[in-house]
């Protein structure tokens, strides 16, 4: 069963960093990511990572952010570096246990980058 929960939200100043975490997933994972989400737009990839360790990001967050998981503490993270006012969203993580397999989402955590 999986039920990912976020953690590492909060308020940035330009220029920061900031790391967020999801637990909750299990052995069997073909892929983990973080998607973002701004108010009335739906969600967008952000970065994702495979089971066998590819990964690829969107290309506004290029060279600053980064996806890495440790999986014997089944936890993903993402670490953001430089960030800006537009990534000032909510973000999701999201796990899919096969391909074409149905998409688990946590609740989601609000990352704000404001001076």
């Known amino acids: 069963q999986v039920h990912l929960v976020e953690s ?3 308020l940035v100043q330009p220029g920061g960093s900031l790391s967020l975490s999801c637990t909750g997933f299990g052995e069997t ?3 983990l990511a973080w998607y973002r989400q701004y108010p ?3 969600r967008d990839l952000v970065a994702k990572i495979f089971h066998e360790g590819t990964t ?5 967050v290029k060279g600053r952010f980064f ?6 503490k089944r936890t993903l993270y993402l670490r953001m570096n430089s960030l800006k006012p537009n990534d000032t969203a909510v973000y999701y993580c999201n796990a899919r246990l ?3 397999g ?10 704000t980058v404001s001076s």
């Open 56 to 60: 690829n990001y969107r290309d506004s």
């Open 8 to 10: 590492g939200g909060g």
């Open 98 to 100: 096969y391909d074409g």
């Open 67 to 72: 996806i890495d998981r440790d999986i014997a």
């Open 29 to 31: 994972i073909f892929h």
């Open 102 to 111: 149905d998409d688990y989402w946590g609740q989601g955590t609000q990352v």
């Open 40 to 42: 009335g737009s739906p």
